[in-house]
């Protein structure tokens, strides 16, 4: 279950498919390629599909990442809510216990993320997922 594909583009998501792209606008991804892929240099573990909120930039900010601040040297744009980027399945985790972690795209999270957080929390704060119904919509 550590979602790594071996650079064969066959990632998979927490529910078990084929990953989508998180975003290409802001183009998003450890590999810059729209998707929470990742592979062994991907220290950070940037898998987890998630829609930036206020009060995520905010907690991200006082936990020492600045999201929300452009830094064109480094051709980052900043991040605003509603944009989809691939974070870091730790700080998500982190936010979340902080009770202030953003909602996610299942589909496009990708099962590495299941070595630091519980499917279950990711499911409750998801998206594209029908909570009611215990499936995918």
Known sequence: MDGFSGGNNKQRNVLGGVMIPCST???TGFYRNGCCDTGPEDMG???VCAVMTDAFLEYSKSAGN???TPRPEYGFAGLKPGDHWCLCAGRWE???QA?????VVLAATNMASLNICDLDQLKSLAIDYDKGNNNKT
């Open 66 to 68: 600045d999201l929300s």
């Open 45 to 47: 573990l940037h898998t």
């Open 94 to 96: 982190q936010a979340r």
């Open 25 to 27: 606008s802001p183009m």
């Open 99 to 103: 009770g202030a972690a953003p909602n």
